[in-house]
């Protein structure tokens, strides 16, 4: 089994400061999402990273996907409350949705 | 929002007992997936289906059966629950089945087995 680490597990800051979170793992993975959950909701698709290097952003956030297609990280820049929920990030390595291994997830809880 | 339809939304039932969770998509995918959410594992895919009548296992299948007789729905069972099957059930849909289709999830199903 492909294990997916996410870290911090948990991150609290104050609106307006930036943050990195990070998926890491030993296995290569074709594409990479990352998803965002809110309490009581399932997650919702942010982004798929295909290529190594890939850098992809989306308003105040920037996700890249390693050079070895292994490991990922989603930067958020001054971060509003809106933004808290968990993130999530899933690899696919084998081509099909039903190979797609979940990380953890980081709980982040953005402070007015 | 992609149409997808958990119900019920919430459920207590007690150990032993059967159990159906119901799926609903009005997005006509062709690919259904359950999950379940457990604090400290994250998502676990149960089942999936990739057309009517074809299922699959995923990683922890063991003690839940699925069916899908129509593309709209897809039906988790739990034959005789128990409190390990304590948990949030999540469906999802894709399009195709490739790693580059996004999933869609439902809002989730938590079930309490006492």
């Known amino acids: 089994t492909q294990l997916l680490e996410q870290s911090p597990q948990f991150l609290s800051i104050q609106e307006g400061e930036n943050l990195t979170v990070y998926c890491n793992s030993s296995?290569?993975?074709?594409?990479l999402q990352w998803y965002r959950q809110e309490p009581g909701e399932g997650p919702v698709l942010l982004v798929t990273v295909v290529t190594g290097g890939e850098v992809k952003k989306l308003k105040r956030l920037t996700f890249q996907f390693g050079d070895a297609r292994k490991d990922s990280s989603l930067h958020i820049t001054a971060a509003q409350p809106g933004d808290t929920g968990l993130y999530l990030c899933?690899?696919?390595?084998?081509?099909?949705?039903?190979?797609?291994?979940f990380g953890k997830g980081t709980l982040l809880t953005v402070n007015p | 929002d992609a149409g997808i339809t958990q119900s019920p939304r919430h459920k207590v039932t007690e150990t032993g007992t059967p159990v159906t969770l119901r799926c609903h998509q009005t997005e006509n995918h062709r690919y259904m997936y359950w999950y379940r959410q457990d604090p400290g594992h994250g998502l676990r895919l149960i089942h999936y289906s990739y057309g009517v009548k074809d299922t699959d296992k995923g990683e922890v299948s063991d003690g839940y059966s699925v069916s899908r007789s129509k593309t709209e729905d897809f039906l988790l069972t739990l034959e005789s629950a128990t409190s390990s099957q304590t948990s949030v059930y999540f469906c999802a849909i894709s399009e195709s089945g490739t790693g580059y289709s996004p999933l869609h999830f439902g809002n989730g199903t938590r079930l309490t087995v006492t």
């Open positions: 296995s290569v993975f074709s594409s």
């Open positions: 899933a690899g696919n390595s084998g081509g099909s949705n039903y190979k797609l291994t």
